[in-house]
């Protein structure tokens, strides 16, 4: 997946991407005309959140599980499982029902949409969205602006916005192919799944540290990188050196 915004300045083709995996896939392809620029995401639409303390509720925001699980649903559920703290909980919301790899009483599984998608990030001290396949990685950067700690794969893109290492989990050494690299024959197309072992072991580092820094580095980020008048200014640089 390649998130991207073509346009023209002056006759010639521009792709506008918002991470540099999305830059580097271009690149391999013959494309050169890449800028990579923030996504111009709108803060004001998220909570801001403020999580101090150690991690008590876990959330993972599934939307619809696919064939390829390309959320990692299946492995968030296991990791957690893994984690031996009858005080922690998950909260795993799908938009439609699909059966979970493991039983647990701890996990709390909700069906169906929000009226408003600010929801996913009111409640939870900790994201676990370790994504097998990522192209913009919304799943990833909406909790990260809105201030909470996020666990995630160590690949990209989603380690261009956790920048933790206590959150980032490392990824199986086989990269498998996806249902888009079968049917479309798309090369750049694999899953990078997490290692369930590493994800376990940052739920389970999550729970017993004061989570109070990382979650005002990461709205601090938020504000630096993605405010309305800082996407501004480095639209309007990047296309003023055209």
Not at 24 to 32: K, R, W
Not at 110 to 128: H, Q, S
Request: glycine fraction near 4%.
């Amino acid at each position: 997946m390649v998130p991207w915004y073509g346009s023209r300045v002056e006759g010639r083709r521009l792709f506008f991407v918002p991470n540099q995996k999305a830059v580097d896939i271009l690149h391999s392809y013959g494309f050169q005309n890449c800028l990579h620029v923030p996504w111009p995401l709108d803060l004001e639409s998220l909570p801001s959140r403020e999580v101090s303390g150690v991690a008590r509720t876990f959330i993972h925001n599934a939307g619809l599980v696919d064939h390829d699980d390309r959320k990692g649903t299946s492995c968030v559920v296991k990791a957690f499982s893994k984690v031996r703290n009858p005080d922690i909980c998950l909260i795993i919301r799908m938009q439609q029902e699909s059966p979970l790899p493991i039983k647990d009483h701890r996990i709390d599984l909700r069906i169906g949409n929000l009226d408003n998608p600010a929801e996913l990030y009111t409640e939870g001290d900790v994201a676990i969205q370790p994504s097998r396949m990522e192209g913009l990685g919304f799943m990833v950067l909406e909790p990260v602006c809105c201030g909470m700690p996020v666990i995630t794969t160590d690949s990209a893109p989603m380690n261009e916005y956790v920048h933790q290492p206590e959150l980032l989990a490392h990824p199986t050494l086989i990269r498998k192919k996806s249902f888009a690299y079968k049917a479309a024959s798309i090369p750049h197309a694999y899953l990078t799944p997490p290692k369930v072992s590493s994800l376990a072991k940052r739920i389970n580092w999550c729970s017993h540290n004061d989570l109070s820094q990382i979650s005002k580095q990461n709205r601090d980020w938020a504000l630096s990188r993605h405010c309305a008048q800082n996407i501004r200014l480095s639209w309007e640089n990047t296309l003023s050196k055209l």
